[in-house]
Nanobody, 125 residues
Framework: QVQLVESGGGLVQAGGSLRLSCAAS????????MGWFRQAPGKEREFVSR????????YYADSVKGRFTISRDNAKNTVYLQMNSLNPEDTAVYYC??????????????????WGPGTQVTVSS
């Protein structure tokens, strides 16, 4: 079992930055790839980013590539999402995930095994 709790969300002006954190419980954190999804009002939940268990591989949605950076600290059981150059289209609830899924399925809603409760990010224009 892995329990996930996000933090770091809030209100920021367009062009600003936020760093989301996700603290995981359980001894098996390092066995899981970690990721972030988001859901904007009235829209379906979508993949944002994912990092392999070792941190050696990272993946990003095209909409955030070059602006967001995912990282993890296995010693602290924590994954981060650094978000720069935010724009109003980034407004959403951001969810931390953990998975052991192989392939592209990991970047769909059916990929993660565990989900955090979410943290709100609001970007004002």
């Amino acid at each position: 079992q892995v329990q996930l709790v996000e933090s770091g969300g809030g209100l920021v002006q367009a062009g600003g930055s936020l760093r989301l954190s996700c603290a995981a419980s359980g001894r098996t954190f390092r066995n899981y790839a970690m990721g972030w999804f988001r859901q904007a009002p009235g829209k379906e939940r979508e993949f944002v980013s994912r990092i392999s268990w070792s941190g050696g591989s990272t993946y990003y949605a095209d909409s955030v590539k070059g602006r967001f950076t995912i990282s993890r600290d296995n010693a602290k059981n924590t994954v981060y999402l650094q978000m720069n150059s935010l724009n109003p289209e980034d407004t959403a609830v951001y969810y931390c995930t953990a998975d052991r899924t192989i392939g592209i399925a990991a970047m769909t809603e059916s990929g993660p095994t565990y989900w955090g409760p979410g943290t709100q990010v609001t970007v004002s224009s």
